[in-house]
């Protein structure tokens, strides 16, 4: 694994605290485009997960599920090694119909943290857990609002069984397709005590639960129209049971592929 170090980034969310959710401006530091090709796979199922995974050419994905309960699934592309970009991201994705998150995902090591950026859900908004903090605090970046939130967890990792914390930042107005400056995001998360070390890499993955749907997604290309944007349900009454633990099933690629074993939620 190629070390990256810890993020050195200014301050930001200085109003924010771990007890108090508060807001800050949206600030744009110095990121770059995300110019090379995408080159990293994510493909890990369940045993009880059903889905239907294409790696298409280029950053383009696609992916249909039927989901039973206890089923679980992660998939998509991305890039490894993880820097400071703005990632950008275009398709479609249709998640009404059962539990599944669209979004940035990936993993830190020292500290030990899965995390995710939320673009889009279906019926169940991640932060709709019994052991989920939060909000910390909300933020401005990517044209829209986010909320931070975390989780412990303990259990399959990066680094086999452990302990670990994740981190989510989830936007308020529902979107796919767009540019995602992953560094803001990394800062606000620093700025309520969420800190990151070597990061592994950064995947627009779909996770998808029970229930059904499809996504086809393409990394590295911004959408072409402007994309519409819904509120996010602020509904937090209900929270997915514990999924399976099985055999991690791998996606053969020319690119480097992630089949780690996932924690189940």
Same mark, same amino acid.
């Given at each position: 694994?190629?070390?990256?170090?810890?993020?050195?980034?200014?301050?930001?969310?200085?109003?924010?605290?771990?007890?108090?959710?508060?807001?800050?401006?949206?600030?744009?530091?110095?990121?770059?485009?995300?110019?090379?090709?995408?080159?990293?796979?994510?493909?890990?199922?369940?045993?009880?997960?059903?889905?239907?995974?294409?790696?298409?050419?280029?950053?383009?994905?696609?992916?249909?599920?039927?989901?039973?309960?206890?089923?679980?699934?992660?998939?998509?592309?991305?890039?490894?090694?993880?820097?400071?970009?703005?990632?950008?991201?275009?398709?479609?994705?249709?998640?009404?119909?059962?539990?599944?998150?669209?979004?940035?995902?990936?993993?830190?090591?020292?500290?030990?943290?899965?995390?995710?950026?939320?673009?889009?859900?279906?019926?169940?908004?991640?932060?709709?857990?019994?052991?989920?903090?939060?909000? %910390? &605090? *909300?933020?401005? @970046?990517?044209?829209?609002?986010? +909320?931070?939130?975390?989780?412990?967890?303990?259990g399959d990792?990066? $680094?086999?069984?452990?302990?670990?914390?994740?981190?989510?930042?989830?936007?308020?107005?529902k979107r796919v397709g767009?540019?995602?400056?992953?560094?803001?995001?990394?800062?606000?998360?620093?700025?309520?005590?969420?800190? %990151? &070390? *070597?990061?592994? @890499?950064?995947?627009?993955?779909? +996770?998808?639960?029970?229930?059904?749907?499809?996504?086809?997604?393409? $990394?590295?290309?911004?959408?072409?129209?402007?994309?519409?944007?819904?509120?996010?349900?602020?509904?937090?009454?209900?929270?997915?049971?514990?999924?399976?633990?099985?055999?991690?099933?791998?996606?053969?690629?020319?690119?480097?592929? *992630?089949?780690?074993?996932?924690?189940?939620?």
């Amino acid at each position: 694994m190629v070390s990256l170090g810890s993020i050195l980034g200014a301050l930001f969310l200085s109003a924010c605290s771990l007890a108090t959710p508060a807001t800050a401006a949206e600030t744009q530091n110095e990121t770059h485009v995300e110019t090379r090709p995408v080159n990293a796979v994510q493909y890990w199922v369940n045993g009880a997960g059903k889905v239907d995974f294409v790696n298409g050419p280029g950053g383009q994905w696609s992916a249909k599920w039927d989901n039973p309960p206890g089923g679980d699934f992660v998939v998509g592309k991305g890039y490894r090694p993880a820097t400071d970009m703005l990632f950008n991201y275009s398709g479609t994705f249709d998640g009404e119909n059962g539990n599944a998150y669209l979004g940035v995902y990936g993993w830190s090591i020292d500290p030990l943290a899965e995390y995710y950026i939320i673009e889009s859900f279906g019926n169940h908004n991640p932060s709709d857990n019994i052991y989920a903090i939060g909000p %910390l &605090g *909300t933020f401005q @970046s990517d044209d829209g609002t986010y +909320e931070i939130w975390r989780k412990p967890r303990y259990g399959d990792s990066i $680094v086999g069984i452990a302990s670990f914390t994740q981190y989510f930042s989830i936007r308020t107005t529902k979107r796919v397709g767009g540019t995602i400056n992953t560094g803001n995001h990394f800062r606000a998360w620093d700025a309520v005590g969420l800190k %990151l &070390g *070597t990061k592994d @890499s950064f995947l627009m993955v779909v +996770e998808g639960q029970q229930g059904t749907g499809s996504a086809n997604i393409t $990394v590295g290309l911004p959408p072409k129209h402007p994309v519409p944007e819904t509120p996010t349900d602020k509904r937090r009454t209900a929270f997915p049971g514990p999924t399976s633990t099985a055999t991690t099933t791998s996606q053969h690629s020319t690119m480097t592929t *992630t089949s780690r074993p996932k924690p189940t939620k």
